[in-house]
């Protein structure tokens, strides 16, 4: 039974380019949400997706954007990256009922 | 405003018992979640509180008291795998709202 699984593993990118990230969820979750961590700092919460639909969001702005597929699986989408956009960017999965979070293994995002 | 706080660093030895603290404001309270992440890697599922009182997991435990916005982790019989940052994390309406995280390390 697989986990979360995303893609790419480390990705490097120029100033002001844009970035897509994908994240598959574990086996039978139906809800999908992202976190950035920075270096020495704990994960802070960008967005969930339900239903194909953003259900809530962070305090991030309109640069980060995404998407989910009707098989569960989402993206995360940045324009116009800035050298603090650089970090971890970590897929969570979830049953829309539970309480139960599975993390994915994170995007390593460096901005150059 | 939402506050998370529990120490930065903690040092102990192999075959120790450590704790963790972790005190938190937050506006909503759905459950008290303690994961453990090594460098690079994803937080992996330790413990869930949501109720006053002790969980007991093998060699870690966690405890929470609501009424004074206050959990610990426990870690007994302490081995060197146990070298990782550990996330105090409140669950909030559909998601997660961490701690900055304690990074423990184990000496021999």
């Known amino acids: 039974d697989a986990g979360v699984t995303q893609s790419p593993t480390h990705l490097i990118k120029t100033r002001g380019q844009q970035v897509t990230l994908r994240c598959s969820p574990k086996?039978?979750?139906?809800?999908v949400s992202w976190y950035q961590q920075a270096l020495g700092q704990g994960p802070q919460f960008i967005f969930q997706?339900?239903?194909?639909?953003?259900?809530q969001r962070g305090n991030f702005p309109d640069r980060f954007s995404g998407h989910q597929f009707p098989n569960y699986s989402s993206e995360l989408n940045v324009n116009a990256l800035l050298l603090g956009d650089s970090a971890l960017y970590l897929c969570?999965?979830?049953?829309?009922?539970?309480?139960?979070?599975?993390f994915g293994s994170g995007t390593r995002l460096t901005v150059v | 405003g939402q506050n998370i706080d529990q120490p930065t660093e903690m040092t102990a030895t192999e075959g120790a018992i450590v704790q963790i603290n972790c005190t938190y404001q937050t506006s909503g309270f759905n459950g008290l979640f303690w994961y453990q992440q090594h460098a690079g890697e994803a937080p992996t599922f330790l413990s869930y509180?949501?109720?006053?009182g002790l969980e007991e997991k093998g060699r870690f435990s966690s405890f929470l008291s609501r009424s004074k916005g206050y959990s610990y982790l426990l870690l007994k019989e302490l081995q060197m795998k146990d070298s990782a940052s550990y996330l105090c994390a409140v669950g909030g309406t559909d998601k997660l709202i961490f701690g900055t995280g304690t990074r423990l390390q184990v000496f021999p």
């Open positions: 509180n949501v109720l006053d």
């Open positions: 086996s039978g979750h139906d809800t």
């Open positions: 997706y339900y239903e194909e639909e953003e259900r």
């Open positions: 969570a999965s979830s049953l829309r009922t539970g309480n139960g979070y599975t």
